[in-house]
């Protein structure tokens, strides 16, 4: 158990749609990463957080929007889905902001759009 | 754009059979991390190099950083069913927006 808590697990929804996905860092992180994961795929870099500040973008769409709150959890926002959105989507926290610290993966919420 | 090349892609293997797994890149990094990722779940991290020509071993697990901190492998000696995953490369970029940089990754499959 990595304390990263990720929901919901699986979604199943419709192109066009929205859906919000929800990620706890575990207790004492301040950065938060989301990252999207297709099947059998490495992780491409969505955003950066740290302690409730976005620190780093990646390849992520204007469809997409992510925030982390005052308690230090995020969301990651998914609007006007398309079928290629269908996707793991992993969120992963961090004691520090750098990229030499340990990442704290959680187990991942599968998106599927049909 | 710095990127950080896995080879090979895919290698299934007997168990009992060594194998190597390497992360190559033209640019140097600070520091470079190996996950592994087994189905259904998030990657853990296996270990850290931050030194040029640094050896670190986990059991059977020997990782080495390259002298000039542009090139990493892994090697399994002895691999067993329960080493199966995709495993992941991470190199950390002293001058990079604080993200690291991800290889895209190694699916191993070791049977039994």
């Known amino acids: 158990d990595s304390g990263v808590t990720q929901t919901p697990k699986h979604l199943i929804t419709a192109t066009g749609q929205r859906v919000t996905l929800r990620c706890s860092p575990r207790?004492?992180?301040?950065?938060v990463y989301w990252y999207q994961q297709s099947l059998d795929q490495g992780l491409q870099f969505l955003i950066q957080?740290?302690?409730?500040?976005?620190?780093a973008k990646g390849n992520i769409l204007e469809r997409f929007s992510a925030q982390q709150f005052p308690d230090l959890h995020s969301e990651l926002n998914l609007s006007s889905l398309e079928l290629g959105d269908s996707a793991l989507y992993f969120c992963?926290?961090?004691?520090?902001?750098?990229?030499?610290?340990?990442?704290?993966f959680g187990e991942g919420s599968r998106l599927t759009v049909l | 754009t710095q990127l950080l090349e896995q080879s090979p892609q895919f290698l299934s293997i007997q168990e009992g059979e060594n194998l190597t797994v390497y992360c190559n890149s033209s640019s140097v990094f600070s520091s470079l991390q190996w996950y592994r990722q087994e189905p259904g779940e998030g990657p853990v991290l296996l270990v850290t190099v931050v030194t040029g020509g640094e050896v670190k071993k986990l059991k059977r697990l020997t990782f080495q950083f390259g002298d000039a901190r542009k090139d990493s492998s892994l090697h399994i000696t002895a691999a067993q069913p329960g080493d199966t995953g995709l495993y992941l490369c991470a190199g950390g970029v002293r001058d990079s927006n604080y993200q690291l940089i991800w290889g895209a990754g190694t699916k191993l499959i070791i049977k039994p």
């Open positions: 207790s004492g992180d301040l950065s």
């Open positions: 992963a926290s961090s004691s520090t902001g750098h990229n030499t610290g340990e990442l704290f």
């Open positions: 957080y740290y302690n409730g500040e976005e620190r």
